[in-house]
């Protein structure tokens, strides 16, 4: 059974920089399509960004220039450094893996960021 772990949420100023990281377990990483997920209070869940198996990334218009997803398929962990913090992107933080085939997803329990400006 997959099992995701964020961490590295927390509080920091307007402009500032967080890196939150997501270890994974239970199946063969590397097959993967790693991606985080954030939800807001009263919003839907949305795309932060996703990348590959083969290392083609996605990101949401609104983090583009700002937020960088990496894979460590060695260590089996996803990371997603968050610069330039904006007050619009306070969230809990959701670190997703789908299937490569059945594009089943998997979740963790989520990290939250918050901004303060």
């Known amino acids: 059974q997959v099992q995701l772990v964020e961490s590295g949420g927390g509080l920091v100023q307007a402009g500032g920089t967080l890196r939150l990281s997501c270890q994974f377990s239970?199946?063969?990483?590397?097959?993967?399509?790693m991606g985080w997920y954030r939800q807001a209070p009263g919003k839907q869940r949305e795309l932060v960004a996703t990348?590959?198996?083969?290392?083609?990334?996605n990101y949401a218009d609104s983090v583009k220039g700002r937020f960088t997803i990496s894979r460590d398929n060695a260590k089996n962990t996803v990371n997603l450094q968050m610069n330039s913090l904006k007050p619009e992107d306070p969230a809990v933080y959701y670190c997703?893996?789908?299937?490569?085939?059945?594009?089943?997803?998997?979740w963790g329990q989520g990290t939250q960021v918050a901004v303060s400006s």
């Open positions: 997703n893996a789908r299937t490569p085939i059945w594009h089943i997803d998997y």
């Open positions: 239970g199946s063969t990483f590397s097959t993967y399509t």
């Open positions: 990348i590959n198996s083969g290392g083609s990334i």
